[in-house]
């Protein structure tokens, strides 16, 4: 299908590899998106480096889809520039770089899921195996079966598979859970996260909490087209302000000297054996404890001041 | 893009709409009329009735294949995001309206021939070079109607791109004269046919089928439509898969 010569996909190769070191994977300066006088997304700078998975979380309306389609090359930013390994997301796109399932899509009716994965896959440069494909969404009892005998979630476990056929480098997920059961949900992250294990990019929108928790190494909180939020979960919980958390645990008659360096603790209270420790950072400092000290620790109790305070706070600080 | 024109012909051929008006409905009317008129001429070309009819119903299969594997499926997919699936691929955008032409002209063909085997086997209708001909041309002579159908289905939505394909479809068959001779119509009637491009169609094939050269007319009414409804087509694919 590809119009391009031997010579130029030779130059694709050479210059993939140098993209390679040092190349983020997704670069948003000062992007503005407006329709009429409503700004979607309204000045958004934003770098990703390659390897990682990360979510965008936020409010329905909050300019993720639009984020996404700007990122797809389907809308063009009113300001600012997109940039997809270096190069525009059209180019991206054009050279197989980028998967994406997006939140509506319909497979053809007539045709079955071992015939509509196979066409996609065969549209891109460096695809990968079929029934490797088949495999990783869990298609491979349903390859013969025709689009319109699908259920809902084995739909979407279809579009899953057409986002990963081209093998592409950054894979993009817009709400892809949204219609799934919890078991379908279970399974879906798991088969993303097998696709994020070789080294690939993963971005996925989601308005789930625990979703951007679960499977992200970084999250991004949008709210009225802008980033509200950036940094790991914990940070984001931490960093909002929404109740530190505290983790306590019986002390006994050990030394407490060191406590109160141990990461993300802000405050260290000790009554009868017991102490409390108010955290920024919950998982580091229950870590740290363990790792960090020799400490024999017993009945250890955690209350972390979960995303979903620190969502609403940080949206709602937004809003006004 | 052998791997995509393979693709959208599969789902076309596996599609019961498809099958019953392309193939049913003018094999069917080919067998029913040339059963009752087949032996009698007709006057304005001197054909015999039973090639008359050959041509008339490939015509008529020929333009509702091509204007049903357009239409509805197009305006389908992109209203489902079908289109916005391949918009995220490295296929480019001209090969999706390249494809559909080139989709529509092949599934023209199983008309085409089956009306024609039909005449043969059933009205022992002899396989000329003439007839081959009559073939070729009513083949590539359905580009307008391809375009029509695509037109459609980039500018309307699927409720609404089914009414008007199955008007365009009957009014242009009815109209121009492929379920009734022209000749049987009233004058007002015979002028709206003669505007129409599916009479210049069929009567291309008409004339070729008697052994003549087609009437300038005919031929240059043909030129003028596929033109203008390709350039339309052209036009509609952009304004439909435009970026926003």
Known sequence: MSSRTPDERHCDRRSRAFTVIGMNAIELSGVRKSFGAVRAVDGLDLTMEPGRTVAILGPNGAGKSTTISMLLGLARPTAGTVRVFGHSPEEAVARGEIGAMLQEGALIPELTVRETVDFIRRLYPRPLPLEEILRMADLTELAGRRADRLSGGQTQRVRFALAIAGGPRLLVLDEPTAAMDVESRRAFWESMRGYASAGRTVLFATHYLEEADENSDRVIVMARGRLVADGTAAEIKAGAGAGAGTVAFSLGDQPAAGLDVLPGVTAVDIQGGTVRLVTADVDATVAALYRGTDLDVRDLQVRGADLEDAFLSLTQAAEV | ?244
């Open chain 2, 1 to 244: 893009m052998l791997n995509y024109v393979k693709l959208e012909a599969t789902r076309m051929l596996r599609n019961k709409r498809y099958i019953i008006f392309v193939v049913a409905f003018p094999v069917g009317f080919y067998l029913l009329y040339s059963n009752l008129w087949g032996a009698q001429a007709d006057e304005s070309t001197g054909l015999q009735g039973r090639i008359f009819l050959l041509v008339s119903m490939a015509a008529y299969g020929a333009l509702a294949a091509s204007i049903m594997s357009t239409a509805v499926p197009w305006a389908q997919e992109r209203q489902a995001g079908w289109l916005r699936q391949l918009q995220i691929t490295p296929l480019p955008g001209w090969a999706v309206i390249v494809t559909k032409m080139i989709t529509a002209l092949l599934l023209v063909l199983p008309a085409l021939l089956l009306v024609t085997l039909a005449a043969v086997l059933v009205q022992h209708v002899s396989l000329s070079g003439q007839l081959l001909a009559v073939i070729a041309a009513m083949w590539v002579g359905a580009i307008p109607f391809a375009a029509l159908g695509l037109t459609i289905g980039s500018l309307l939505r699927p409720d609404t791109a089914q009414p008007l394909a199955m008007i365009c479809m009957f009014g242009l068959a009815l109209l121009g004269g492929l379920w009734f001779p022209v000749a049987m119509l009233p004058e007002t009637m015979r002028g709206i046919a003669r505007a129409l491009p599916s009479y210049d169609y069929a009567d291309i094939g008409w004339q070729i089928a008697a052994g003549k050269v087609p009437g300038t007319a005919s031929l240059a009414g043909w030129v003028a439509w596929a033109v203008v409804l390709s350039a339309l087509a052209v036009f509609a694919f952009r304004r439909a898969t435009v970026r926003g």
